[in-house]
């Protein structure tokens, strides 16, 4: 069983950075695929960036080009680099692990950590 956990969140005005990290327990981490999603008060949780057990990147349209979606294997942990926050970015951001379990894949979720951007 996987197990996530968060840090990095905080209060940041528009224009800031704040990395995200999410450290990741087991040894399958770099079979797993990673991704961040969030989630704004009243809102439903959506992705954020993900990136595969390869390396390729994805990243939500509202997102290109201000964030980041990065792995090291070898600490088993996954960052969101967050460039250019937006009072629009304020969210829980939770990092997701899908990893291979038996004939399919099992999704882990950490306990999220709060993002608050000020004007």
């Known amino acids: 069983q996987v197990q996530l956990v968060e840090s990095g969140g905080g209060l940041v005005q528009a224009g800031g950075s704040l990395r995200l990290s999410c450290a990741a327990s087991g040894s399958i981490f770099s079979s797993s695929d990673m991704a961040w999603y969030r989630q704004a008060p009243g809102k439903r949780r959506e992705l954020v960036a993900a990136i595969t057990s390869g390396g390729s990147t994805n990243a939500a349209d509202s997102v290109k080009g201000r964030f980041t979606i990065s792995r090291d294997n070898a600490k088993s942990t996954v960052y969101l680099q967050m460039n250019g926050l937006k009072t629009e970015d304020t969210a829980v951001y939770y990092c997701?692990?899908?990893?291979?379990w038996g004939l399919g894949a099992m999704d882990a979720w950490g306990q999220g950590t709060r993002v608050t951007v000020s004007s």
């Open positions: 997701n692990a899908r990893y291979p």
